[in-house]
């Protein structure tokens, strides 16, 4: 049974597999050549953490493919007042055709695929944040026509989009600089993994250093879900960490900018180049639609 729990576990040719499907499926879509590959099917959202895109675009895009989508509160469901996950795993694969779930834990979406036996998507957790990573995939070789040979910076906290963005970007024939602050660097797992892409990747301390020629920059919030209480310590960490005009100026003249969104103006982006961008940003948002509705009938269908 195949599942999306992490990019680390999917090969090249299922990234690019799944990055062309979004594509014809975006143009159907936008060309009412829809089908519905998903027709009498049902996904499971499970949600610990909040969400505005995973939640909507997961549920219309099981709609227009011809599916059922359940929002299933981690506070409303029996999970929440500590039922197992593996039971919980065992029961809905006895319901639903899929499960989509955004928690804290790793190992917990692990958990599900190992006991259900339906496919399982991960929604966002600590570690990693694949489905954005897809969209964001689809969104850099919609605007530059490739992804192999391209140069994609990263700045700030090392995340969940970090970890994802390193393997995403290896795995599709880019190379990657990163810059965070120390102790704020991606998973030990993803920094193994990128090692064996030699001079693909490379970690800085100084944004300035990872900006070099960049055709992406991308950056996400100092403090995610869960880190509330480290606001202020990160904020403090975090400092210099932006994208700004005179970080721009380093990378390509032509270079994009990408941000999962939310967006705090003034700390990980200015608005000035956040408004600059805002194409890319937002046309990046919607193609979590094409792209997840891509995860789902290669999963799921
Ligand atoms: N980028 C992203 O995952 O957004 P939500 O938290 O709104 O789902
Ligand atoms: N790193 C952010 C991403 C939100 C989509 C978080 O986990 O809160």
Known sequence: MKHLLKLLDWSSEDIQEVLNLADQLKYEQKHGLAKKHLE???????????????????????????????FLSSHDLQIGRGEPVEDTARVLSRYLDGIMIRTFKQSEVEALAQYGSIPIINGLTDFCHPCQVLADLMTIRERKGRLTGLKMCFIGDGNNMMNSL?????????????????????????????????????????????????D???????????????????????????????????????????????AHREEEITAKVFEAHADEIFEEAENRLHAQKAVMVYLMK
């Open 40 to 70: 009498g099917k049902t996904l499971g959202m499970i949600f610990e953490k909040a969400s505005t895109r995973t939640r909507v675009s997961f549920e219309v895009g099981m709609f227009q493919l011809g599916g059922k989508a359940l």
């Open 166 to 214: 390193i393997v995403g970007a290896l795995k599709s024939g880019m190379s990657i600089s990163v810059a965070c602050p120390e102790n704020y660097e991606p998973d030990e797992s993803v920094l193994e993994f990128a090692k064996t892409y030699g001079d693909k990747f490379a970690m800085f301390r100084t944004p300035k250093e990872a900006a070099v020629d960049a």
């Open 216 to 262: 992406v920059v991308i950056t996400d919030v100092w403090a995610s879900m869960g880190q509330e209480s480290e606001a202020k310590e990160r904020a403090k960490a975090f400092e210099g960490y932006q994208v700004n005009d005179e970080l721009m100026t380093l990378a390509k003249e032509d270079a994009m900018v990408l941000h999962c969104l939310p």
